[in-house]
Each structure stands twice: as structure tokens, then as C-alpha cells.
């Protein structure tokens, strides 16, 4: 069966520190990668998704950048965290015509 | 471009009472729609989910009809537990699966018992 691992659970990073993020795919090939993130009273709002490996597309501008450096690994990064990075950052991915699949999610709060 | 409009809440139920979630969406052409629900400290699972228009999803006692006519995707359950503490998110895709989901704001429930 297929798995999606995401970590860590939390993190508190001061502004202007980087951010790695990293979320692997288990059980299953070449399948479609995201970034969502779940900001208090915004909702999910898609950041980065990804196709194929070395093949990402932004969704919106940001701060943030996203890797995939192997073909079941999806990395969320930053140079330098700002306050509004905050939030709760979930990794999903998808085959397709199946339904999204999200990990646990991880806790950023930036202070 | 697409959207989702859903009851933010927060709500608070006894547990047996009925529930409504109401989603209304936006969307080009004929878009697949979809309840996702979160619950306390772990990521979204799909609910239930229509992708044409008429269709009921349902699943755990919760269904949803895509209505075309009225652009809306409510979600129901007729007596709640408390166990269904959790946030739903209604969500749709143009792209005829679940990829690339617009989401909704989501919408807080707790069932006391």
C-alpha cells in the first residue's frame, strides 16, 4: 500500500532563517506531488506541484521555493523565513484520476 | 477563475443532531467536486466525492448530491457522533480528477456528546 511521509511534525524558526521541508511517497511510481498550505481562515491554497522529477510549477508568488530532486521526494524551501510564512504546510500527492492523498502536515511558525 | 464557498463556522452539535454543510462553488465547464475532513492533528482524507452532475457521493453515514442548478455540493449526515469532530473542506477540480483541488476555507465541527 502507499504511504506518504512528511516531517518534522513542528518547527519554530526565526525570521530570516532557512526552511527545509521533506515529504516521500511510498508504494507507488511517478506520481503527482503538492504543497498545500493551510492558513488560519484562508483555507488550503495550493503552492507548488510537480509532475515529474526537476518539474515544478508555482501556483502563486511567494517566498518559497519547492525541489524534486528524486521521483517519490518533494522538498518545500526558503532562504530566508518571513512572519507570514507561518502556517500549516501539507504534502499530498495523486495518481492519475485517484484522489489526493496528504500526509500529517507540519506546524511552521516563524517568530 | 474557480472557487469554493463554504459555512466557515465554527460549529457545535449534540451528538445524534442533524448536520448541514453548505458549499457552493464557481467553476468553468464541469468540474468534479469533493469533501475532504481533517481531523484533530492529522492531514485531509477524502470523504466523498461526485463528478458529474446528480451524482451522490456518500460514505461514513455522509452524503452530498452535485446540484449543476444551484452550483452547490452540501454535505449531510443525519445524526452526528462525536467521533465526527473534525474540519471539512469542500473542494472542486476543473481537470476532471482530484488534481490540483480548490479548496474552500474549511469549517470546524465538535459533536458533544
Known amino acids: 500500500s502507499q504511504t506518504i511521509h512528511q516531517w518534522p511534525a513542528t518547527l519554530v524558526q526565526p525570521v530570516g532563517s532557512p526552511l527545509s521541508l521533506e515529504c516521500t511517497v511510498e508504494g507507488t511510481s511517478n506520481p503527482n506531488l503538492y504543497w498545500y498550505r493551510q492558513a488560519a481562515g484562508r483555507g488550503l491554497q495550493l503552492l507548488f506541484y510537480?509532475?515529474?522529477?526537476?518539474?515544478i510549477s508555482s501556483e502563486v508568488p511567494q517566498n518559497l521555493s519547492a525541489s524534486r530532486p528524486q521521483d517519490r521526494q518533494f522538498i518545500l524551501s526558503s532562504k530566508k523565513l518571513l512572519l507570514s510564512d507561518s502556517g500549516f504546510y501539507l504534502c499530498?500527492?495523486?495518481?492519475?484520476?485517484?484522489?489526493?492523498?496528504f500526509g500529517n502536515g507540519t506546524r511552521l511558525t516563524v517568530t | 477563475g474557480n472557487s469554493v464557498t463554504q459555512m466557515e463556522g465554527p460549529v457545535t452539535l449534540s451528538e445524534e443532531a442533524f448536520l448541514t454543510i453548505n458549499c457552493t462553488y464557481t467553476?468553468?465547464?464541469?468540474?468534479?467536486l469533493f469533501w475532504y475532513v481533517q481531523y484533530p492533528g492529522e492531514g485531509l482524507q477524502l470523504l466523498l466525492k461526485a463528478t458529474k452532475a446528480d451524482d451522490k457521493g456518500s460514505n461514513k453515514g455522509f452524503e452530498a448530491t452535485y446540484r449543476k442548478e444551484t452550483t452547490s455540493f452540501h454535505l449531510e449526515k443525519g445524526s452526528v457522533q462525536v467521533s465526527d469532530s473534525a474540519v471539512y473542506f469542500c473542494?472542486?477540480?476543473?481537470?476532471?480528477?482530484?488534481?490540483?483541488?480548490?479548496f474552500g476555507k474549511g469549517m470546524k465541527l465538535t459533536v458533544n456528546p
Open positions: 499530498a500527492w495523486s495518481r492519475a484520476g485517484s484522489p489526493l492523498h
Open positions: 467553476a468553468t465547464g464541469y468540474p468534479s
Open positions: 510537480s509532475v515529474g522529477i526537476g518539474q
Open positions: 473542494a472542486l477540480s476543473s481537470q476532471g480528477g482530484s488534481e490540483k483541488l480548490v
